[in-house]
């Protein structure tokens, strides 16, 4: 078997491996992916701007089961849920993934594996792009924001000296959203019950 490598190809469309026989010859792939192609985060992407760089090794893990080392690095744009501006987001992700014929939904050894492991289905038949699209949209952020107070379209309200009335409004529902409780993991908002008795 050779080492085959999938080099820098066509990154638009599908890249379609066979898991076993890419751990097996140690395969590589590389490339990089526009945010454009990047399909499956068309809804969560803000705009078109960005790129990610992945990487992609294979080999056998330490139970002899296809794996494959992938390192994700680049950086997308997703809108701010407090303005809705877009947002640079950076992406950066190591994750080593195993394939186990036959897998059961309670995989035992999946749960000693850690944060950075995950164990699939072995497949006859993978395509890598929807892998690594699927572990670009579990890293990034469910409600990124700019931070209070820091968003650009709320600075260039606050810095119209003209508009005193509009200011002031402003910064009164800064201060009211500043002083909305939350967050706060204090016993105030949760009751616990406690059945002692049982
Ligand atoms: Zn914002």
Redesign the pocket.
């Known amino acids: 078997m050779s080492g085959d490598k999938v080099g820098v190809m066509d990154t638009d469309g599908p890249v379609l491996i066979d898991p076993r026989q890419f751990a097996r010859a140690r395969s590589h792939f590389a490339a990089i992916f526009p945010a454009a192609s990047l399909s499956r985060l068309e809804d969560v992407l803000a705009s078109s701007e960005g790129s990610v760089q992945v990487l992609v090794d294979g080999h056998l893990d330490a139970y002899d089961r296809p794996s494959l080392r992938v390192v994700i690095k680049g950086c997308v744009e997703l809108a701010?849920?407090?303005?809705?501006?877009p947002?640079a987001i950076t992406v950066a992700l190591g994750r080593e993934l195993s394939f186990v014929e036959g897998l059961s939904e309670f995989e035992p050894s999946a749960e000693q594996e850690g944060d950075d492991r995950d164990v699939l289905p072995l497949v006859a038949q993978l395509d890598l792009r929807e892998l690594l699209e699927e572990e670009i949209l579990l890293t990034l952020p469910m409600a990124p924001?700019?931070?209070p107070g820091?968003?650009?379209?709320?600075v260039e309200v606050s810095s119209v000296r003209g508009d005193g009335t509009r200011v002031a409004v402003f910064s009164k529902l800064g201060e009211m959203l500043s002083a909305v409780p939350g967050g706060d993991a204090g016993d105030s908002g949760i009751r616990e019950k406690k059945n002692a008795g049982d």
């Open positions: 701010c849920r407090r303005c809705l501006a947002m924001s700019h931070g820091k968003c650009p379209n709320r």
